[in-house]
């Protein structure tokens, strides 16, 4: 992953995800300067990349629970990627 501005690496998944979702909408009106619409462009790629990696990390928690044969309960990494 490309280093990420501060300000983006340190949002939460909700917040980078709503911040991008609000840009998309701004793009899609089409309303604006082309200059502005580049660099929200960018600004966008930024979150995607980072809620790319939230998602990802989260993967990683996620541990899926198994029922052995003899009536056991474990848990095994999740294998969802």
């Not at 501060?6 to 909408?25: G, H, N, P, Q, T």
């Not at 966008?44 to 541990?63: F, W």
């Amino acid at each position: 992953m490309p280093d990420l501005p501060a300000e983006i690496a340190s949002l939460s998944f909700e917040d980078a995800l709503a911040e991008l979702e609000r840009i998309v909408r701004q793009l899609e009106e089409g309303k604006g300067r082309l200059d502005d619409a580049i660099d929200a462009y960018t600004r966008g790629a930024q979150l995607k990349s980072h809620c790319d990696a939230k998602l990802t990390e989260a993967q990683a928690r996620v541990d899926r629970i198994v029922l052995g044969a003899d009536g056991t309960i474990s848990c095994e990494p999740s294998d969802l990627g």
